[in-house]
């Protein structure tokens, strides 16, 4: 029972983060919203995993589509991550 909770609270963690990273894209819309408190948090906790994705997709054009992979990665490590790693450890005990 507390497995599942422990689980429940990391994928509502994974969503929280997904929703963080949707608000920083957007900000990137809006001409100086990023030099604000709220978009230097958002930077400072988006950048670390987005950084890797940037390296690897370069930009089409102006569009940077690697935050669109680096959410996909985050739902498919939710979904189907989190999920497996669940059922695994479940049956185990």
Do not use: H, N
């Not at 604000?36 to 988006?46: H, P, V, W």
């Not at 935050?67 to 049956?91: C, N, T, W």
């Amino acid at each position: 029972m507390i497995l599942y909770y422990i689980f429940k609270i990391l994928q509502s963690a994974l969503t929280i983060y997904s929703f963080a990273i949707i608000i920083y894209i957007f900000m990137s819309w809006v001409p100086s919203a990023r030099e604000t408190t709220i978009g230097r948090f958002l930077a400072s906790i988006c950048e670390p995993y987005l950084e890797p994705f940037r390296k690897i997709i370069p930009p089409i054009g102006m569009i940077d589509i690697s935050p669109i992979v680096a959410l996909l990665v985050i739902r498919f490590a939710s979904d189907y991550g989190l999920r497996g790693l669940y059922q695994m450890i479940s049956g185990i005990m």
